[in-house]
């Protein structure tokens, strides 16, 4: 099962770097954890990595950033040195974070940080955007996106986060443009058969109250477009095992253009394995026709 004791997130000093903190903030209320602060210092020998000294000196902006945070949350300051994303993965390492929420903005000497971090993370990341408007009130729900049977083990990450805070649950599996070709009879089977194995899968509790979408297209397009019809408060994505893995393909694409904040789950935290017998094979079997 899904246990959150801390949840990580780099304290970046600009506006993006607020909007991770909203975001941690509230998933650490939310899931009641322990909220543990970065504030990377770069490379400088006279900075002491470790839990942040009471009465020592910080930047002022990074003393508003903190005084602004909500009476009674529990916090501690982490100060790191060193190159960026070593250093942020040894801390989550170390605590170790059950979770990491980041800006996925641009650095000019060591590019974005959901990149390098993303392929080595110990843990789930949320990357957030700074097109995310949503009020902290936004309803709780969840988008899954599911496209092979790799992917699977995201979808029983997303059923356990479901049952344990009680979020409303979309699926969705995107079909190619080349299913536009098939016949409608055949086409309507192939939906259908996707919708049965994804409720299979989810278990009666969950799949009760779940919504499962089924679209054609671009899988990033309609990712976009559906999480933000839906409303969603976050996208949930599996990754590839190693490397920059959002450096392309759907993952970099739908953190471009999402305006809600991505929850990407490497495949190392998912303990779940995936059933050989699932109907979900590859790409979803066309049924078989006389």
């Known amino acids: 099962m899904n246990t959150f004791r801390t949840v990580l997130?780099?304290?970046e000093l600009s506006s993006s770097g607020e909007q991770a903190l909203r975001v941690a903030t509230n998933l650490s209320r939310s899931f009641g954890t322990r909220l543990v602060l970065?504030?990377?210092?770069?490379?400088?020998?006279?900075?002491?990595?470790?839990?942040?000294?009471?009465?020592?000196?910080?930047?002022?902006?990074?003393g508003r950033l903190l005084a602004g945070l909500p009476d009674g949350l529990h916090y501690d300051l982490r100060v790191t040195d060193g190159p960026r994303c070593p250093?942020?993965?040894?801390?989550a390492r170390t605590?170790?974070?059950?979770?990491?929420?980041?800006d996925p903005a641009?650095?000019?000497v060591e590019g974005s940080l959901s990149d390098a971090v993303l392929g080595q993370a110990p843990c789930p990341i949320v990357a957030t955007s700074q097109a995310d408007d949503a009020p902290d009130e936004t309803p709780a729900r969840l988008l899954v996106a599911v496209g092979t049977q790799r992917s699977l083990p995201v979808l029983d990450y997303a059923a356990e986060l479901c049952e344990q805070e009680d979020l409303e649950l979309h699926v969705l599996h995107v079909l190619g443009p080349t299913w536009g070709l098939i016949t409608s009879t055949l086409h309507d089977d192939v939906k259908s058969a996707v919708r049965q194995s994804l409720g299979s899968r989810l278990g009666p509790a969950v799949a009760e109250r779940a919504v499962i979408h089924i679209a054609e297209g671009?899988?990033?397009d309609e990712i976009a477009r559906t999480a933000e019809s839906v409303d969603v408060r976050f996208t949930l994505m599996g990754t590839r095992a190693r490397g920059r893995a959002t450096s392309t393909g759907t993952c970099r694409q739908v953190l471009a253009l999402s305006r809600r904040p991505v929850w990407f789950v490497p495949p190392a935290t998912t303990r779940t394995?995936?059933?050989?017998?699932?109907?979900l094979d590859r790409r979803l079997p066309?049924?078989?026709?006389s």
């Open 106 to 108: 641009e650095d000019p």
């Open 286 to 289: 066309l049924p078989t026709v």
């Open 273 to 279: 394995r995936v059933r050989r017998s699932d109907p």
């Open 38 to 62: 970065q504030h990377h210092k770069g490379s400088n020998p006279e900075t002491d990595a470790g839990p942040f000294r009471p009465g020592a000196s910080m930047p002022e902006k990074l």
């Open 218 to 220: 671009s899988p990033a």
């Open 87 to 91: 250093s942020l993965l040894e801390l």
């Open 9 to 11: 997130c780099p304290v």
């Open 95 to 102: 605590l170790p974070a059950d979770l990491i929420v980041l």
